[in-house]
């Protein structure tokens, strides 16, 4: 969603994840932004008060940065553009982006297995069950307040269900 109208600003409050923008920070959407991450278009800032470092976050800005350069570097040409069309180097670089994205989800969760209790039967059904506390401890300190977060997300669930539905076929 683009722009969120003031008359829909109770959406901020939805428990699931988006994106949306807000014309104004009023007081009414500055007391709704709690637990999320604000992104400063116009001042290319991010901004977060309660959201933990990313585990290895710093190899992870390193391997986005070329994309994010190639985007910065086509900004201009993108405002003389419709925001349905985009530059090639905008496609590439966008592609780039998602596959160091997915490559750093799967890298934090390269170890589910090890944390998943699997065959159990249900209903001649195999179902297997990851041990979320498990997981989480076998991080390090530094990065488990951001793991407990993450586990309880909709892109965790998602993610881990694929992965187990794999475990499953095995």
């Known amino acids: 969603m683009p722009v969120l109208p003031d008359d829909m600003l109770d959406f901020l409050d939805a428990p699931v994840p988006y994106i949306v923008g807000v014309k104004n920070k009023t007081s009414e959407v500055q007391s709704k932004l709690t637990n999320v991450l604000v992104v400063d278009a116009n001042r290319n800032q991010v ?8 585990p290895k976050q710093k190899e992870l800005f390193s391997s986005l940065s070329p994309y994010h350069a190639k985007l910065v570097g086509e900004s201009y040409l993108a405002r003389k553009r419709p925001v349905y069309e985009c530059t090639d180097v905008q496609v590439e670089a966008a592609k780039g982006f998602l596959t160091v994205v997915r490559s750093y989800l799967d890298s934090l969760c390269s170890n589910l297995r090890s944390h998943t209790i699997t065959n ?3 209903n001649n059904d195999k ?5 979320k506390e498990s997981f989480i401890d076998s991080f390090p300190s530094r990065d488990r307040p951001f793991m407990k977060l993450f586990v309880d997300t909709q892109l965790f669930s998602v993610h881990t269900d694929l992965v187990l539905s794999f475990f499953q076929k095995q």
Not at 47 to 54: D, G, N, R, T, V
Not at 127 to 131: A, T
């Open 127 to 131: 179902v297997s069950l990851l041990l």
């Open 47 to 54: 901004k977060s008060a309660s959201i933990p470092q990313l």
């Open 120 to 122: 159990v039967q249900s």
